[in-house]
């Protein structure tokens, strides 16, 4: 599952992910690279103004 946002709030970003986590122990997430991260992660969140570009945030999440 991709969850999705063009919030940059923690409160319906970080928080709720962690949240559907907790209620849901079969599911984790799946951490993606991209070439514009270090470390491959299962979030991912843009600030807006870098690149001209607007703030969004994303995470995967898998059942297992």
């Keep these: 599952m991709l ?3 063009c919030s940059i709030l923690k409160c319906e ?3 709720r ?3 559907f986590l ?3 122990k079969n599911a984790k997430l799946l951490p993606f690279k991209m ?7 299962g979030i991912y969140q843009r600030i807006p103004g870098i690149n001209n570009a ?3 945030f994303y995470s995967r999440i898998i059942k297992l």
């Design 3 to 5: 969850y999705s946002t």
């Design 17 to 19: 992910v962690n949240a």
């Design 35 to 41: 070439s514009i991260m270090d470390k491959a992660s």
């Design 22 to 24: 907790n209620r849901h």
């Design 13 to 15: 970003n970080e928080d």
């Design 54 to 56: 607007d703030g969004f």
